[in-house]
């Protein structure tokens, strides 16, 4: 196996052993070229993003770990109410092993015989994955591959797209009839990103039912949340002007807005808010080019 640099015209087929590539052999991981060069600010914001991936593979919190577990349920659940062949995963990030939300569906994918493919721009482990994986953007692999696929993941990874119009055009010329893509987004609505760090700071209050140490939570509880009412004001203002929040992200998702992008990719099946959270699990039904 080898890692092949594609050419920027010529079509490359995915196969069950892994991608096609042009002297005849088999690839594991495959670097597809950018068609139209991305501005210099997109190179920026991934160099930027790289470290917190990093570190997500070092330490996980609790409450990313159950978000995790809580999005493999909802991918199996697509999963067994469909016919699945082949996975993209646009966006898998930059770890060795199976994404978190990948891993507890190993079984299952090989029980059913469904191939896994993760794409992601940053080159960072890509040698040594233990998946197929393509290196690149999403907008520019319907140009290098030939492959259809079923089910198309974007785990919040579609506001670090510079347009997601064209991230669903690309999508739509990759898609199988009948294909469905499972989002989980970040809601940036004050509100919801308040309720998330309100049940984080609350579960610590009744941590400790003894008077004192409640007391002394309580307090705290009520600092940190004056501490954040500033955060809020700002972050309701620059979503009203759109303004961006960070120097990371292109798309900044609320309720408001969050069915528009994801509408670009097809009917949207489902959306649904995970309570106590900012975060928001969709399944889309892909408007695909080929016909039906």
């Known amino acids: 196996m080898s890692t092949a640099p594609l050419p920027r015209r010529g079509v490359h087929r995915l196969s069950s052993g892994g991608f096609l590539v042009p002297d005849g052999g088999t690839a594991r991981v495959i670097e597809i070229p950018e068609s139209g060069s991305p501005d210099a600010e997109w190179h920026r914001r991934q160099n930027r993003a790289l470290p917190g991936y990093l570190h997500e593979i070092e330490t996980v919190p609790p409450e990313l770990q159950q978000l995790y577990e809580f999005f493999s349920w909802y991918i199996a659940f697509a999963l067994l109410n469909g016919r699945c062949k082949r996975i993209l995963d646009i966006g898998c990030g930059v770890g060795t092993y199976l994404p978190s939300y990948i891993r507890p569906l190993a079984n299952l994918l090989a029980l059913h015989g469904i191939q896994y493919v993760g794409l992601d721009p940053i080159d960072q482990n890509a040698a040594g994955r233990e998946y197929l994986f393509i290196r690149g953007r999403i907008e520019d692999l319907p140009f290098v591959l030939e ?146």
């Open 147 to 292: 492959g259809d696929f079923d089910l198309f993941l974007f785990a919040t990874s579609l506001d670090h797209v510079e347009d997601t119009s064209r991230a669903a055009d690309a999508v739509s010329k990759l898609a199988a009839p009948g294909s469905l893509g499972i989002f989980w987004v970040g809601l940036h609505d004050p509100a919801l990103v308040a309720e998330e760090l309100g049940r984080k700071w609350f579960g610590r209050l009744y941590s400790s039912l003894n008077p004192v140490s409640f007391l002394l939570r309580a307090a705290l509880v009520i600092a940190v949340m004056l501490r954040r009412y500033p955060d809020m004001i700002r972050r309701a203002w620059r979503l009203r002007r759109g303004i961006p929040l960070d120097n990371l992200h292109f798309a900044y998702f609320t309720r408001a807005n969050i069915r528009s992008h994801l509408e670009r990719f097809g009917e949207v099946r489902d959306l649904t808010h995970v309570v106590g959270t900012n975060s928001a699990f969709a399944t889309v039904e892909i408007g695909g080019d080929r016909p039906r």
